[in-house]
């Protein structure tokens, strides 16, 4: 097999690039609905319910079944192997096509599907637990100082920014709102710019970042006008040789 030049290798990884993205999107899509269903039908538990024992209103199942975590398999008897493995054939028969991964509650053995089961309400405890943790974060003026602007090329080509937290190294969205679309699309690539706010707090302005990508984007591009050149050069070449050689026979 021929061994695949640059071009080509950056050609299949941007087709790849473009089909997760569609995945992303419609998976995004797929679980938008999902929410939205739940919303109109009530599917989701309340705390007053999941106390009174209520069960899980999108499988039917107990929440809980108060039976116990599972131990580890190497330290389940055989009777408890198989009850296990028979719990574990029922849930993929019931969520085949779900792709949710599963969700269960400490001190319980009974599986929830993560597409099909809304998870679990928050306690007054787990709430009081996270308004201490918010209460406990620098204010938003501090925390501007950490945060970069990233490029987001989507599936449709349009670039939009997107700001987080500068000690993560890639961007982990997989789709986001196109403002020129009017809709989710799909992340195809990300870059990082820069920071995202000046020193006086007020959001820096992208003409800057925007001139440097272009820039990159030029010099991408006039690489790739060379190499073309080189092999137009190198292919007139050999229609001169191959001729040269015709016109020698006898």
């Known amino acids: 097999m021929a061994k695949l030049t640059e071009e080509q290798k950056r050609q299949r990884a941007a087709k790849r690039a473009l089909r ?34 209520e069960p899980c ?9 108060g039976l116990g975590d599972w131990y580890p398999l190497m330290k389940l008897s055989e009777s408890e192997k198989r009850e296990y493995e028979e719990a574990d054939r029922r849930f993929r028969e019931r969520h085949a096509d779900c792709r949710g991964g599963r969700w269960s509650i400490s001190g319980s053995r009974v599986t929830h599907c993560g597409f099909c089961c809304p998870p679990p309400p928050m306690g007054p405890k787990q709430l009081e637990k996270l308004a201490r943790l918010f209460a406990s974060w620098p204010s938003r003026e501090e925390r501007k100082k950490d945060l970069d602007t990233w490029d987001l ?34 992340v195809v690539s990300s870059e990082r710019v820069g920071p995202a706010y000046r020193d006086d707090g007020t959001i820096r302005e992208r003409a800057a970042a925007d001139r440097g990508r272009l820039t990159r984007e030029l010099a991408a591009a006039e690489a790739k006008l060379t190499r073309q050149r080189k092999n137009a050069a190198a292919t007139q070449r050999r229609i001169a040789e191959l001729q040269e050689e015709l016109g020698s026979e006898p």
């Open 20 to 53: 997760s993205a569609l995945d992303a999107e419609a998976d995004d899509r797929r679980r938008r609905e999902q929410d939205e269903r739940w919303k109109r039908e009530g599917t989701r538990l309340s705390w007053a319910d999941y106390v009174a024992g």
């Open 153 to 186: 090329t989507l599936r449709c080509d349009h670039v939009v920014p997107h700001i987080q937290h500068r000690e993560h190294s890639h961007v982990s969205a997989r789709v986001v709102d196109c403002p020129e679309c009017g809709e989710r699309r799909g």
């Open 57 to 65: 209103r999108g499988c039917g199942e107990p929440m809980q079944d």
